[in-house]
Each structure stands twice: as C-alpha cells, then as structure tokens.
C-alpha cells in the first residue's frame, strides 16, 4: 500500500520539475567558459539537443519518483533519492544552457512527466532488484544517448558540451552504483522497448 505521505510528496515534486526553476548545489559545468560565437543554425541545434537533454532530466524525476513510491526497500529508496538530487542538478543545467541559447522548454514536458511516472510505479512493484536494474538500464541508455550528443553539438559549443560530458559521467555512475545495490540486468526485449520509447520521446522533443 502507497503511503499518502509519499503521495503528497510525489505530487509536490511534480510541480516543482515541471513550473519551478530548477536549483543546483554544483556550479554549473563551462560556466567560467566564454559564450561562442555560434551561427543562427548552430545555436538552433545546440538549442534543440539541450531540449532533448532537459526532457530526459524531466522523465528521470518522474521515473525516480515513480520508482521511489513503490520500492519496497529503504535503501533502495534512498539510493533512488540520491539519484534524483543529482539528476535535478542536470535539469538546471540544461534549462539555464536553453535559456542562454534563446531557446525553449518542450511544451509536452506534463505528456513526459506523466508517463515516465507511471512506468517508474511499475518498476517498483515488479521488486527492488528489477527496479534497480530498470534504473541501470535506463542510465546506460542515457548515457550512449548523451555521447550521440557530444558527436552532434557543434566543436565550439564548449559551455554546452562542457554539461552534456557531467551529465554523461554522473548518469555512468548512477548506473553503477544501482547494480551495485542488487540491479540485474533486464531481457532483451524489455531492452527493445525501452530504446524505442525513448526514440519517440527524442525525436519528438527535438521539434517540441
């Protein structure tokens, strides 16, 4: 049974991921880096990468929240909050990175919240080894995600690929230390599906 406590403050991180700015306890990766000279198209990209990128910061805290929830295990629920915290980190860094480049949020960010956090309930009931290796999965996933990014972001967008290279490096340990709590590795086509759903979620983030 969920307890209501946990409910009211999963609703409450909801608002605050999706109408809040986010906060950062580290400062944010290239910050002392001078802003390129970037072209129209170029900062468009980097603009456009950086939406896809802060999307994903929005599915992982409803994921974790989601997981959170229904975990049945204390330590794994504060190993999920942990990841949470960091990964609220790289929400602030990609929006304020948006902002600088003149760019915007994708107005489907609820549509994203909202289905990540149902997926990340079910994780959680499935028990804490699968939830863990879920959320493995999922950082591995990220992360091959975020290195297609560094080989798309132009050469001179150091301040962008300055953040998108932390975030790369915390989710490798996110991964990490989630099959060091028990995580096991998921079947192949639950593997499938999951890189499917976030192809949709991607590609459509780009334009949205």
Known sequence: MINIDKLIIGFD???RTLLAPAQTVRP????ELPEAALTDVEKRLSSALMRVNHV???CAQALYQGQG??????AVQQTLMQAAREETEHLAWTERRIAELGGRKSVLNPLWYGGSFAIGMFAGMLGDKWNLGFLAETEQQVGEHLS???QRLPDNDERSRAIVTQMKIDETSHATMALSHGGVELPLPVKFTMKLGSKVMTQTAYWI
Request: without cysteine; charged residues 20%; glycine residues 16%.
């Open 69 to 74: 929830l229904t975990a049945r295990n204390e």
């Open 56 to 58: 994903g910061e929005v």
């Open 28 to 31: 944010v990766p290239g910050g």
């Open 148 to 150: 297609r990014h560094l």
């Open 13 to 15: 991180s909801a608002l």
